[in-house]
């Protein structure tokens, strides 16, 4: 082989490693937080003036911060009273649409409490719901920024209207996510379940295997020791 042919050779494996060992972009990959945040990656970006980078360190340090938040269960009655007092706001609407949309942010952050999300601070609200919700997240921000203005302000029936919609979008997915996460660790216990019981199943076979062996063993020693 000539050496002009194992120096292309050499350079090819080299770009090809290149490739294969080259870090992600950012600190938890580009791809990763568009697809797991969403329009979250976009007003992030958009934030820091088109600064990526800088959006992508702050996601990943929401992922890292938030992430790991369990959400906590709710009853089936707490669900319901949740559900009817929010048809309750629906009706106020009609009458009252900048007092429907007060009630409804308080309702909301009621609901991010039980939920296990953080209550001390807004901020720190948005953040972990942007972790986990974030294609509704949005509709929090919207409700809790009308929620704030005095009636004289402007404010139009329409936009109340909408802010309203949106959260409503987020009030369903926190109730809605529950079932999700009771079937998922639902599932996860079956499998444990099953995976001890396989377990108990093949040591007791094997057990029965080693009990028969036994006096079979035992039997024709003392057969051989009767003969002797």
Known sequence: MSTVVIIILAVVVLALLALVLAPSAGPAGTGRLQRRFGPEYDRAVARHHGDTKAARKELAARLKEHGGLRQRALSAEDRERYRLRWARVQEKFVESPSGAVAEADHLLTQLI???GYPSHAYDDQVAALS??????????????????????????????????????DLFNDL????????????????????RSRTDRTGRGAAHQRTAGTAPQG???GTATKGGA
């Open 218 to 220: 035992g039997a024709a």
């Open 175 to 194: 109730l809605n996510a529950q079932a999700a996460d009771e079937q998922h660790h639902k599932g996860r216990r079956m499998a444990t379940i099953v």
């Open 131 to 168: 972790v986990h919700h974030p294609r509704q997240v949005e509709g929090y921000r919207t409700v809790h920024a009308l929620a704030g203005r005095e009636p004289a302000d402007g404010t139009v029936t329409e936009e109340l209207r909408e802010g309203l919609v949106r959260a409503r």
């Open 113 to 115: 409490h039980d939920r």
